[in-house]
């Protein structure tokens, strides 16, 4: 958005509502777009996570599991080191090469995992886990 | 023939071809009613006769004649032959009475028809109690699961050749476990006394040799008093350290005939039995290493029989004030001692320059790493120069077939004795060795163990954290609300961890040796339901609460575990640990898939359980157990196991089914 005011302020005034608002538009529709893009990438990552057994070791939100695979989420490795771990893992895991998981779905996986929410509650703040 | 009649102590069914015999042997019994005497006696002058010309000096002797021709072709009587006194079996249950055991548990087979009857009706179903079960493999599970949570076994029957082939694979499970598990099997041995068709399937010539490998001794007693022998020291190797599963074989002739009058038996007496102790030389070179350690480390793993194990190894961690990390094949630490480091086991072996293995099952496991991959490779997690120790009741009895004795690990001192009976002597030994000086250091090292074992915990609750509102429901969020609505009673989780990635060793406070008794030793799955089921029995006099967390795919093979705990009354809260699948098993698949590239996406094909998903709670109330589920819901999960545990608190088995995460 601060690249559309900076646009706009070197247009004429008679033209600059027009222009504001045709771009404030445009911008919308370009940052939907990419919502919607990042969205989709989140929700194909997502349905990836499931179909493609990470999250049978790894938990539905990459909670981890201290028996089969540990924590990606939130806050995952970056994506450069999250491909790297996955291509070529120094744990138990196998690794998942690009001809059976391509970079860009790797990425979608990324993404999603990137989308999940830090919990809302800490332990103490929960009664079952202060027993 | 004399030698015969004065040694074959049941003959009933041979009268009609042994005429000779059979008048005294009728005079013997005179406990068998007269329809039945007089049924037998009107064959008697043609079978003595022709016995008689037989044994005559003056009959010529006739070529490719049989003496007892006649004898030999006659039809026997029609007539049953009714005891009025006691039977063999009668007897066996004295045996059995005699070794105290409180249940014997059985799916009902013929070849034990007779044994079956005396314990109910001769025994009157008291000590033991009959425990109905519905397959041999509930009943050997049941008396593994029992074994642990009671210190002492359960008999169980099972019927010839099938009954014990269902059975086996528990008894391995026992068998890797340690535990004493004492099987009777049916058997009829003299293939004339059996009926044509179903008693020859189910005899054997060696019946033990079915579970040969996996049992500790067996025997095919061929007389009463052969049995009474057999089945005392049976009952003492078991429970000897190392406590394992025995069998002794009931024939089935020597069940159902009478015990002739005159025959005199005995049943010798159980003593006093006191396990193996490691060499005291050993002992106080393993006290020497372990005081002048930097950081020793504690390893137990199937080391508490008892609560004397759990006390004496707090002590000796105390007097050293050194690390515990517990393997888990038993509740050998209390989870919450400032001294237990498990959660950080790894980090603690890698430091340590002496290491004690207190019946360690897989001690190479837990020192080394070890990749699952093509080219394995495995990686020393010790420290170079650490000393190593085992002791363990293991070393004394070893058999070569089955290999859950695992890789072998170079050790510098290897004790051959029980750990537990070991303990307080080597206690002693280490009091001997201690200044003020090395009290002091202990203590500063104890303090720092102290901490991490802190953070360890803390570590762990946050970690539950995550996934807490997921659905499916998180493992941790499963152990957690079941952690605390038990918390403040005398409970007994009696299920394996692993399976719910091992949350209630790190959230919950096991303080008893009874409140944790391991895993199914050689993880043939179908141990959780029936063990549970067994070790609850165990717990039931004893007023503790009996919880199991118990894996989806285990339940499923060996559901009819549920209506034994209905029938009985056994008190069992069954969670549900529902992540519709064979889940181990679907991630060795995917695990190959990605090996051998070909993605991973269809490795649910035969490890799910889905289309249909199962209702275990439908299922259990099918068997009479009160249950509800399934629970998908998170919030939904604490109100229904509360519901639960007052069932179970009123006497009765009940069930939540909850459907969760893979781990």
Redesign the interface.
């Known amino acids: 958005m601060r690249a559309v005011f900076c646009r706009s302020n070197l247009l004429h005034m008679g033209t600059c509502i027009l222009t504001t608002c045709l771009s404030m538009t445009l911008a919308n529709v370009s940052t939907r777009a990419q919502d919607v893009t990042k969205r989709s990438a989140i929700d194909h990552g997502h349905a990836l996570f499931l179909a493609d057994g990470c999250s049978e070791c790894h938990g539905t939100v990459g909670q981890g599991s201290r028996a089969s695979g540990p924590r990606l989420a939130p806050q995952p490795l970056p994506l450069e080191a999250f491909l790297q771990v996955l291509r070529h893992p120094i744990s138990e895991m196998p690794p998942y090469v690009v001809e059976v998981l391509s970079d860009a779905d790797a990425g979608d996986i990324h993404a999603y995992l990137a989308s999940i929410a830090a919990p809302t509650q800490k332990a103490q703040d929960i009664g079952a886990l202060n027993r | 023939l004399e030698n015969g009649v004065g040694t074959v102590p049941y003959t009933p069914a041979r009268v009609g071809t042994m005429a000779k015999d059979a008048e005294p042997d009728l005079a013997r019994r005179s406990l068998l009613k007269g329809s039945a005497v007089a049924g037998i006696a009107a064959l008697t002058p043609a079978t003595s006769a022709t016995a008689d010309t037989a044994l005559s000096p003056a009959a010529p002797p006739r070529p490719n004649a049989l003496p007892n021709r006649v004898a030999e072709t006659a039809v026997p009587a029609p007539l049953e032959v009714l005891t009025e006194g006691r039977s063999g079996s009668d007897f066996m249950v004295d045996c059995i009475k005699s070794l105290g055991f409180d249940y014997i548990a059985a799916t009902p087979g013929s070849s034990f028809r007779g044994l079956h009857e005396s314990l109910i009706n001769y025994g009157e179903n008291k000590s033991p109690e009959f425990v109905t079960c519905t397959h041999e493999e509930v009943s050997a599970a049941m008396a593994h699961g029992y074994a642990k949570a009671a210190g002492k076994p359960l008999a169980i029957i099972t019927h010839g050749t099938v009954g014990l082939q269902h059975a086996s694979m528990a008894l391995y499970n026992a068998w890797c476990d340690r535990a004493p598990v004492y099987v009777i099997v049916g058997n009829i041995a003299d293939a004339e006394m059996r009926r044509p068709g179903i008693e020859w399937n189910h005899s054997a010539q060696d019946e033990a040799s079915i579970v040969r490998d996996f049992v500790k001794w067996d025997d095919a007693p061929a007389s009463l008093q052969h049995f009474a022998d057999s089945a005392i020291r049976a009952y003492q190797i078991a429970i000897t350290p190392p406590t394992l599963p025995v069998l002794v074989v009931a024939d089935g002739p020597l069940q159902e005939d009478p015990i002739p009058p005159d025959q005199t038996l005995h049943i010798p007496q159980l003593g006093r039995l006191a396990p193996p102790q490691g060499e005291i030389a050993a002992v106080e070179e393993t006290a020497r290493l372990l005081v002048t350690a930097e950081n020793p480390v504690l390893l137990p793993d199937r080391l508490a029989r008892s609560q004397a194990a759990v006390d004496n190894l707090i002590v000796l961690a105390e007097l050293l004030q050194c690390a515990v990390v517990d393997v888990g094949g038993r509740m050998n630490f209390p989870t919450r001692h400032r001294l237990n480091q498990s959660a950080r086991g790894r980090s603690v072996i890698g430091q340590a320059d002496v290491i004690l293995a207190l019946e360690v099952n897989d001690l190479f496991g837990t020192l080394n790493s070890y990749?699952?991959?093509v080219h394995r490779t495995s990686r020393p997690r010790i420290a170079s120069g650490a000393k190593i120790i085992s002791l363990t009741a293991q070393d004394l009895y070893i058999k070569s077939n089955y290999q859950d004795f695992q890789h072998f690990q170079p050790v510098n001192l290897a004790m051959a004795a029980d750990a537990e009976a070991t303990l307080p002597s080597l206690i002693e030994a280490v009091r001997k060795l201690l200044s003020t000086s090395e009290t002091d250091k202990f203590k500063a090292r104890g303090d720092k163990l102290a901490a991490a074992q802190a953070t360890a915990l803390?570590q762990a609750?946050?970690?539950?954290?995550?996934?807490?509102d997921?659905?499916?429901i998180?493992?941790?969020?499963l152990c957690?609300?079941l952690?605390?609505q038990i918390?403040s009673e005398d409970f007994a989780l009696v299920s394996p961890t692993?399976q719910v990635?091992?949350?209630p060793k790190?959230?919950w406070?096991f303080e008893k040796a009874y409140q944790f008794l391991g895993d199914g030793g050689g993880m043939g799955i179908g141990y959780c339901a029936p063990a549970s089921v067994g070790a609850a029995l165990a717990n039931k006099s004893l007023g503790r609460l009996s919880v199991a967390l118990q894996p989806d795919g285990d339940l499923i093979m060996t559901i009819g575990a549920l209506w034994t705990a209905a029938h009985h009354n056994i008190p069992l809260l069954t969670v549900v640990h529902n992540n519709r699948a064979f889940?181990q098993e679907?991630?060795h698949v995917?695990?190959?898939a990605?090996?051998h590239?070909?993605?991973?996406?269809r490795?649910h094909i035969g490890t799910t359980l889905r289309e249909p998903f199962i209702d275990f709670a439908k299922v259990a109330q099918g068997m009479g157990v009160r249950a509800e589920g399934p629970i998908t819901e998170p919030g939904d999960l604490?109100p229904a196991i509360a519901r639960a545990i007052k069932v179970v608190k009123a006497g009765e088995p009940a069930l939540v089914d909850v459907v969760t995460?893979?781990?």
Do not use: F, K
């Open positions: 990749r699952d991959q803390a609750r946050s970690d539950a954290v995550y996934g807490w997921a659905t499916p998180s493992t941790a969020r957690a609300e952690w605390q918390a692993s990635s091992y949350w790190h959230l406070n889940h679907l991630m995917q695990r190959l990605n090996r590239m070909r993605g991973i996406d490795c604490g995460q893979g781990r």
